[in-house]
């Protein structure tokens, strides 16, 4: 599987930013920049960047709408076990060891659902971890167990409980319906043997499954969620540890404590993984910090945790990465929440600034974003971050930076040819007035430093000869005629 962070610096080679190196000459060069990237993306499938980073709704189940069940037929020859009470688990266990039955069991204890194209593959790697049975003649471990093509799907089905579905998109999957966690929870408990065993098992999946959708990242997120959740305990010392080994894993986690944190029973559990990683010297566990605060404070109030993020982020400009960029980037455009986090380090940053190349520096910086942002607009995400600003607040937040990017002539050349390629490209859209509206709050912005940059934008925009140029250069004409009567 490629990795997510693989995939963000092959695009960050395709591109060839080089900010600090490299000198635009005009808007068509970025615009060529960008159809370049594009390209890339679409030559080379970008789901492992999109799975991690996106809007939450999109990994949950229910977005997959389960179809109508299709219940195995009863084969009268095998008993039918409740693996969510305890005895029947234990009895079950007991009488079929290693083997279909069992892998199956623990499988659709761990995930919600499994495609059924999956189950094979997944049962196999699955046998390679389960403690082997003993033969009672001599002792000797059996070899390892084969997959035994002829047992039937819903034979087995019908043994453990399980059932069918069909979600909205036609895929088949299979499942152990409502509660199916405490199953999972008795094979933890009854056979703490089998929990070692699942715990190295699910890590390897994670490491080698391909996320070939959103269903795909879906399973693995939650089968994490529900083996953390029935002993975070234990999980802080045998899961965590372990996924932090990778920063490939920085989605994922941001995913996992998400979940963990919008759940009422492991939400004090999620605040304590959050304050670690608050606290952590780590040179990349701030993302899934990120992540993570991008999505609950889209949905939830309780975002207390929000200034101390803006510290962690404002003292580690100077060291971000172009890959760092790239994934500020991302989440800006799937939070609200997120987009005005980083105007607040953004102004942070300048204002714990001491000396004027400093300033300079987070104004680069700025131009950095914007331009990685840039990128990113299409017609479905038309309004650029820290430009289109969604509130007052935002803008407010840049203004300082602004004006030092406007005092500096590479940084301003820099900035008028990336809104130039966008202003462009955006009046080839359907666009609605509030984004023109946002659109020129920025512009206006940009002369707050200085009445001498009025006229300088006013002439920009009229030489951008874009439809939405027009119509910014006709409102801030009148705006600048008001204030200078």
Not at 242 to 267: C, D
Not at 305 to 318: M, T
Not at 350 to 362: D, P
Not at 473 to 481: D, E, H, P, R
């Amino acid at each position: 599987m490629k990795s997510t962070d693989e995939a963000e610096q092959k695009a960050v080679e395709a591109s060839e930013l080089q900010d600090e190196k490299e000198e635009l000459n005009n808007y068509e060069e970025l615009e060529q920049k960008k159809r370049v990237v594009n390209e890339f993306n679409v030559e080379d499938n970008e789901a492992n960047i999109q799975t991690f980073i996106q809007s939450p709704q999109a990994l949950y189940i229910n977005y997959y709408s389960q179809g109508e069940k299709v219940r195995p037929s009863t084969i009268s020859d095998n008993k039918t076990y409740d693996l969510r009470d305890q005895s029947a688990c234990s009895e079950f266990v007991e009488h079929y060891k290693n083997g279909e039955y069992l892998s199956a069991a623990i499988i659709l204890s761990v995930f919600e659902l499994v495609a059924l194209s999956d189950l094979p593959r997944l049962s196999l790697s699955l046998m390679e971890y389960l403690p082997k049975n003993k033969t009672a003649k001599d002792d000797i471990q059996e070899p390892s167990v084969q997959q035994d093509a002829y047992i039937s799907l819903r034979t087995i089905l019908s043994v453990i409980g399980g059932q069918s579905f069909i979600t909205e998109e036609g895929q088949q999957c299979i499942g152990l319906g409502k509660d199916s966690q405490h199953a999972l929870k008795n094979f933890f408990d009854l056979f703490p043997a089998l929990r070692c065993s699942i715990i190295s098992w699910i890590l390897q999946v994670n490491n080698v499954f391909r996320y070939r959708t959103t269903f795909d990242a879906y399973q693995i997120i939650m089968a994490f969620v529900r083996i953390i959740s029935v002993d975070f305990i234990d999980s802080k010392r045998n899961i965590f540890p372990q996924l932090y080994a990778n920063p490939v894993n920085a989605g994922l986690l941001g995913n996992i404590v998400y979940r963990l944190h919008e759940n009422n029973e492991t939400k004090e559990e999620a605040r304590a993984v959050i304050r670690q990683w608050i606290r952590s010297d780590s040179t990349w566990l701030w993302r899934p910090l990120c992540l993570e605060y991008s999505m609950f404070a889209d949905n939830k109030a309780d975002t207390a945790y929000e200034g101390d993020i803006v510290k962690v982020l404002s003292k580690r400009i100077n060291t971000f990465s172009q890959s760092d960029i790239s994934f500020i980037v991302r989440i800006m455009f799937q939070s609200k929440s997120c987009r005005t986090m980083i105007t607040e380090v953004l102004s942070r940053a300048y204002a714990i600034s001491h000396t004027a190349g400093e300033k300079t520096s987070i104004a680069h910086f700025y131009i950095k974003l914007v331009r990685q942002s840039y990128y990113m607009v299409n017609r479905k995400y038309m309004e650029l971050p820290l430009v289109s600003c969604d509130t007052k607040e935002q803008q407010k937040n840049i203004t300082d930076i602004i004006g030092r990017a406007m005092s500096e002539y590479g940084l301003r050349k820099q900035l008028y040819a990336i809104l130039k390629a966008y202003l462009n490209e955006v009046s080839g859209y359907q666009y609605a007035s509030n984004e023109i509206m946002h659109i020129s709050a920025f512009f206006y912005n940009m002369t707050l430093s200085g009445r001498r940059y009025q006229a300088d934008v006013l002439q920009f925009l009229k030489g951008c000869n874009s439809k939405i140029s027009e119509n910014i250069y006709t409102q801030l004409s009148k705006v600048f005629t008001k204030e200078g009567n």
